[in-house]
């Protein structure tokens, strides 16, 4: 099985286009040592390496294409190595890469929870629109922990796990959240057995979590926000990192204390980072603390084989 990050920022991508933060004016000028990052995706592979499952469709997919031309299957005139797509939830930096997919000459196989489904036909009515062009073809995304299959990318097993978080702002029920809004994806590769658990948005770590984070061989987790209070302290947003529903990295029962505790040999990686967070900043105090916990921040490109 292979994962490549197609990209590994959190909403808004770094450098977000209206941001002047520290970090994004930073990196335009040229005085921050960092790198700039495509909005929140992965890419998986089995046995066939020109069968990909696309996990999530951000805003930035079509830069993402064509930075990864393995995606591109070029078999025929008009062709593309996507299987098939599973969305982890309905938030517009995981959807919206949906629409520039709308010349597929075939409906996308898309699978998603009921409560996604519900979010992409009602409050952002993505499903409706791609119906004037190529077409969905819903797969129901199963809660019960049970495992599933994207067709077409043999070799990997796929199990979805409810975490607690957030539904989109555009969601009937944003207040609310039911379980489906947001999962943790638990890839599994057939043949060696070994696992990696892909989760984004993260509100909480919660035992079926857990169970799975410990039993991974990598971990590809939440790391949106360096403090629940950043985006207030730099004067940017009045949301805390936990009223959008990601755990912050820092203080405790943070993200950091986590990963403390999963076995020594375990990878770590923290994936969908805020523009905003110090740890972008490779020469930041944060990012040596990362450095010394065995953390590392996901950048657009890396492939992980398991
Ligand atoms: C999130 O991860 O909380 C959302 O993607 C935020 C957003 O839509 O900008
Ligand atoms: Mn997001
Ligand atoms: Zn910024």
Not at 161 to 173: F, R
Not at 187 to 205: F, K, M, N, Q, W
Request: charged letters at 20%; one cysteine or more; glycine letters at 10%.
């Amino acid at each position: 099985m292979r994962i490549r990050v197609l990209g590994s920022a959190a909403g808004g991508g770094f450098p977000q286009w209206n941001c002047n933060c520290r970090n994004c004016s930073g990196l335009r000028r040229g005085t921050l040592r960092a790198q700039s990052r495509t909005q929140s995706s992965i890419a998986v592979a089995g046995t066939d390496p020109a069968a990909w499952a696309l996990v999530n469709a951000s805003p930035d997919i079509l830069a993402q294409l064509r930075a990864n031309p393995q995606l591109q299957g070029a078999r025929a005139a008009r062709d593309t190595a996507i299987a098939g797509i599973v969305l982890v939830d309905a938030q517009i930096d995981h959807t919206a890469g949906l629409f520039m997919l709308r010349e597929s000459p075939r409906p996308l196989a898309v699978w998603c929870t009921d409560a996604v489904a519900a979010d992409l036909t009602c409050g952002n009515p993505v499903f409706g629109v791609l119906g004037h062009y190529c077409g969905i073809e819903r797969r129901p995304l199963p809660l019960t922990g049970e495992e599933f299959a994207v067709a077409g990318v043999a070799g990997v097993r796929w199990r979805a796990l409810t975490v607690a978080s957030k539904p989109p702002p555009y969601s009937p029920h944003r207040g609310a959240p039911v379980p489906g809004d947001n999962v943790a994806l638990v890839l599994t590769d057939a043949a060696s057995g070994r696992s990696a658990v892909y989760a984004p948005g993260l509100g909480a770590i919660e035992p079926p979590l857990w169970a799975a984070l410990e039993s991974a061989a990598c971990v590809l987790v939440d790391g949106t926000f360096w403090s629940d209070e950043e985006m207030i302290a730099q004067g940017l947003s009045p949301k805390r990192a936990r009223d959008m529903g990601h755990l912050p990295q820092s203080g405790a029962g943070g993200m950091l204390e986590w990963l403390a505790q999963l076995p020594r040999a375990t990878r770590r990686i923290l994936i969908h980072v805020n523009n905003t967070n110090p740890i972008l900043d490779e020469d930041s105090p944060e990012r040596a603390e990362l450095a010394r916990a065995g953390v590392e921040v996901a950048c657009d490109g890396l492939e992980i084989a398991l």
